[in-house]
């Protein structure tokens, strides 16, 4: 039996051997489409994958083939969490129409002890699979090592029922996060998976399918609105939550893959670490082209400030921009001390438009946004800072300003800080030059303070 399942292969399997169940046909032979050969490919070779996906395109299913697959060869229990009992239970039944339909040659380990409505036992193996609809209730008390997330976005209490999901984490979890967008709130955690680097991310829209002609775009544009269908078919994530994202992914996406000359002067934006487990960056520009981004962990403010100085030394910048809130005054004072040309960034001062910004920080994170929109900035593929980037989000105060979350509501909701988009900003902001600085009695208590944060 064992020797049987080192000649399987669970994409093999699902290309040459599966079945499937259709809306309009009970039983089909899986033909796979160019797409699907290529997601089959992703889901084998990376175990976490975030999928941004076209409403009916058939993601789900190929999903469900894989994952049953590779559960059939290698054992291990299989959840599908979806978000309604509809969508559950048509996933269900293609893990069990795909089963029932292998040859018989594969029967030793397809042989069902247990098949009810609600999940299955693989007898060979003692293997479970179970289809769900996800609610905070769902999944403490099984633990799969196989997940299918679909239609995260759609989940009801989305952060708790993926908390009663994961549970402690998952690592040794082979997990597909899939869903198109929903610009409600529920839609935000699904985003902020997309854009976490530990997930490899792809996406699909209605095009890859070939049943998808100019007929059947007409058809669908008719039905919906133009940011409807951009939602449901086009995979629109700025769509979805232009609503308050300061910098829409597909801006951030374009930036990374355009191409511009450094040209201008080098300015170094300066972001200082807080807290233990945050960064200190360094971002560095030529005009609109980011050269570089250097991150530094656990350093104290000395040496953060002589790491800089090595960094001005080869780059020779015209401003070295720097956050002087908390522990970044020190670093502020010791770069003027060395006659660097380093410039006061206060994100809590007021703004050049007061009537329209709240502070500084919320008028140069619009200023960034400028540039991205207008296609005036060039980044590196950083997936830490396009994650940072498209997670900020803006909001109108009392009295009518933007205003930006700050770095603390970010760590408290994602569990991280925006030091490198803050560093990013930075590099871009409208400053003048400021006055030679000076350790005083207090900026050493201060420092002291924050140095014991960040070593604790």
């Excluded at 967008?181 to 680097?197: D, Q």
């Excluded at 300066?270 to 962990?297: N, T």
């Excluded at 790491?307 to 010791?334: F, T």
């Excluded at 930006?404 to 408290?412: H, N, T, V």
């Amino acid at each position: 039996m064992s020797d049987l399942r080192k000649l399987l292969d669970p994409v093999w399997l699902v290309e040459n051997l599966g079945y499937i169940r259709t809306q309009h046909n009970p039983l089909v032979k899986f033909k796979p489409w160019e797409w699907q050969r290529e997601f089959l490919r992703i889901l084998d070779k990376h175990d976490k994958v975030v999928l941004l996906k076209s409403r009916d395109i058939g993601a789900s299913t190929v999903a469900v083939l894989y994952y049953t697959a590779d559960t059939i060869i290698n054992g291990g229990d299989f959840l599908i969490a979806s978000y309604k009992k509809e969508s559950a239970a048509f996933l269900y039944e293609n893990v069990k129409v795909f089963i029932k339909n292998l040859p018989d040659v594969l029967k030793p380990v397809t042989e069902l002890i247990e098949d009810t409505k609600h999940g299955l036992i693989i007898k060979s193996s003692g293997a479970h699979i179970k289809a769900v609809e996800m609610s905070p209730k769902v999944g403490r008390s099984f633990r799969a090592i196989r997940i299918l997330a679909s239609e995260v976005a759609h989940w009801k209490e989305p952060r708790k029922s993926w908390v009663a999901l994961t549970g402690a984490g998952t690592k040794g979890v082979k997990i597909c996060v899939e869903s198109t967008p929903n610009p409600a709130p529920e839609g935000e955690l699904f985003e902020e998976i997309y854009t976490n680097p530990e997930y490899y991310s792809c996406e699909y829209d209605w095009r890859v399918s070939p049943e998808h002609d100019e007929e059947w775009e007409r058809k669908r544009r008719s039905e919906l609105t133009d940011k409807e269908f951009a939602i449901e078919y086009e995979c629109d994530l700025t769509k979805s939550s232009e609503g308050n994202n300061v910098i829409p992914i597909s801006w951030v996406d374009g930036a990374i893959t355009r191409i511009m000359k450094p040209e201008g002067e080098i300015v170094f934006g300066v972001d200082v670490a807080r807290y233990g487990d945050d960064e200190s960056v360094v971002v560095i520009r030529q005009g609109p082209k980011v050269l570089d981004i250097k991150p530094f962990r656990k350093i104290d403010t000395m040496e953060y400030a002589g790491r800089i100085k090595d960094l001005a030394e080869k780059y020779s910048p015209s401003k070295i921009i720097v956050d002087v809130i908390g522990v970044g005054s020190g670093v502020y004072d010791r770069l003027r001390e060395q006659e660097l040309p380093a410039v006061e960034f206060n994100s809590s001062e007021k703004a050049e438009d007061s009537e329209r910004f709240a502070n500084k920080r919320a008028e140069s994170y619009f200023g960034l946004r400028e540039r991205f929109k207008d296609g005036d900035i060039d980044i590196p593929n950083d997936r830490i800072l396009r994650q940072q980037l498209t997670r900020q989000t803006y909001k109108f105060n009392s009295r009518g300003q933007i205003q930006i979350q700050s770095k603390e509501e970010i760590k408290k909701k994602y569990g991280w800080s925006p030091d490198r988009a803050d560093a990013l900003m930075m590099a871009f902001a409208n400053v003048k030059k400021g006055k030679i600085g000076i350790y005083t009695d207090v900026n050493k208590e201060e420092i002291k303070k924050w140095e014991s944060l960040i070593n604790s």
